[in-house]
């Protein structure tokens, strides 16, 4: 038996027009395939399909190309401004405006630059990007505020100024100026300029009224007045009031404007005050002042030359002025006082002379022989002991003493008056001038009643603080109290004094 295959002509034919099919669609796959990637690789740092930028289409242009598209549009932006009767165009550049094209740029290129990506974007329609812009809004208002014609008047602040001459704080009325709000012109810039397009804005020019207003300068006057009509003062140690005048505390305050410029503010002046309240406490104290007693060899008091009086010293100075401060920025009477503390005098026992009797008694005949051979020939004696000077503010006198001798006095001199008296107790001379410029202008102003301005003044020798012994030329006659505090004496005498007295010569001040 014999096998035969039968094979069917169409068979065949349906099997070649399948592997023929197959072929096509590789062939074609291959194509496609290679074209994609032909067509994705064109976008590689690139833009990709449909990237707007500004509304035109970016799509393949690289960073720079952008960022140079930017910078021409954003250049091209012109802002019209109009003020009053002027009318500006000016670039954005000119407002504080800022447009960062390579931002931009980098912007436009952060999408996927993937196959897949590629060809998503082909069909995905539009994608725009934003430009990157920066507003200064200082610079914005800035230059709002320069839209003002420097013709027109800025606003002027009300002030708080003392009348020196009428003793009044007087109020100096504000004025309106014309100026601008900024923010109109720095809003519209921050909502328009970022789509770098020309616009225009109008910024109006307006009354500007000053920081410091006339009636708030006025409220200032009055919480000023209320301050000075508060009684002031301070209990002296002697048991005299010290009024604290309303126009000594006029001239403690002062008004300034705050750190903001919108209010304004009192002042004292503290260091002032605390120089007063020292002033017056140094008047007040009392120096101590030691008693001069002669005594015989048996050391029993023979005579008192000057009672001791004791001293005060202040204690509570610097509570004072704080007090008074305190006072002077708040609206509340002061009733301080001075507290004191005793200080001892002492007394200085000198050897009392002896009367010609006892001197003759003490004599014997040798030396009465002896004198007699030399009276002719041997000066006297000089006196011997410690210098000092005597002031006697009772009798108006000054005399030199040498131990218990006078040597030179009493001299007539002129003390210190009613409300400037000479201070007393044991001092030393401490400074010496021959010639010296005197004045109080530490303590008043040119111009004020009691200010003085001496010039030259000879012979100056001081024992007490400001207080001491100078030639008072400008005097005729003396003997009274007159000076300022100070012992005047005539010329001559002073310069007798300067010459005969050194630095650390007792100074006996007394009544």
């Not at 002031?391 to 409300?419: I, Q």
Request: charged share 30%; hydrophobic share 35%.
């Amino acid at each position: 038996m014999t096998n035969v295959t039968d094979t069917a002509p169409g068979g065949r034919s349906r099997r070649r027009v399948a592997l023929i099919l197959v072929a096509i669609v590789a062939v074609l796959a291959v194509i496609l395939t290679g074209g994609a990637l032909a067509y994705a690789k064109q976008f590689e740092g690139r833009a990709l399909p449909g990237t707007m930028v500004l509304g035109q289409d970016v799509s393949g242009k690289s960073p720079e190309e952008i960022a140079a598209l930017v910078t021409e549009h954003g250049e091209s932006v012109k802002v019209s401004v109009t003020a009053g009767d002027q009318q500006l165009e000016v670039p954005l550049a000119d407002l504080g405006v800022s447009v960062d094209s390579a931002a931009t740029a980098a912007a436009a290129l952060e999408r996927d630059d993937s196959l897949p990506a590629v060809i998503s974007s082909t069909w995905s329609g539009e994608h725009s990007v934003e430009p990157v812009v920066e507003v200064d809004e200082a610079a914005v208002a800035e230059f709002a505020k320069g839209l003002v014609p420097e013709d027109m008047t800025t606003p002027v602040d009300a002030q708080v100024v003392f009348d020196e001459e009428a003793q009044a704080w007087n109020v100096e009325p504000g004025r309106n100026g014309q100026g601008v709000d900024p923010q109109t012109l720095v809003e519209a810039v921050k909502t328009k300029a970022p789509a770098l397009e020309s616009f225009s804005v109008e910024q109006p020019i307006e009354e500007i009224a000053p920081a410091i207003s006339t009636e708030e300068a006025e409220e200032v006057v009055g919480k000023i007045s209320s301050l000075l009509e508060q009684p002031m003062s301070i209990s002296g140690a002697d048991g005299e009031t010290h009024e604290v005048s309303a126009e000594r505390r006029s001239d403690w305050i002062s008004v300034t404007p705050d750190e903001s410029g919108e209010n304004l503010t009192i002042a004292v002046d503290e260091d002032a005050v605390r120089e007063w309240v020292a002033t017056r406490a140094d008047k007040d104290a009392v120096e101590p002042e030691n008693g001069i007693e002669q005594v015989d060899e048996a050391g029993e008091v023979v005579k008192v030359v000057s009672e001791k009086k004791d001293g005060l010293e202040i204690t509570n100075t610097d509570a004072v002025a704080d007090e008074l401060i305190t006072a002077l920025k708040g609206t509340t009477p002061l009733e301080a006082a001075f507290e004191t503390k005793k200080l001892e005098a002492e007394v200085d026992k000198v050897d009392a002379p002896k009367d010609e009797e006892e001197k003759d008694e003490e004599k014997s005949s040798d030396d009465e022989k002896k004198d007699e051979e030399t009276k002719d020939e041997e000066p006297a004696a000089e006196p011997t002991g410690e210098k000092w000077i005597d002031v006697d503010l009772t009798n108006k006198t000054v005399t030199a003493y040498v131990g218990d001798t006078p040597v030179w006095g009493p001299r007539s001199m002129v003390d210190g008056k009613e409300g400037n008296e000479t201070p007393t107790g044991t001092y030393e001379i401490y400074l010496r001038y021959d010639r010296q410029d005197m004045t109080n202008a530490a303590y008043y102003d040119e111009g004020h009643p009691k200010y003085y301005y001496t010039p030259d003044v000879p012979w100056v020798q001081y024992f007490h603080h400001g207080y001491g012994f100078h030639g008072a030329p400008w005097r005729s006659s003396f003997g009274y109290s007159g000076s300022h505090g100070c012992i005047n004496l005539p010329v001559s005498d002073a310069k007798w004094l300067y010459d005969w007295a050194s630095m650390g010569t007792k100074t006996v001040v007394h009544r």
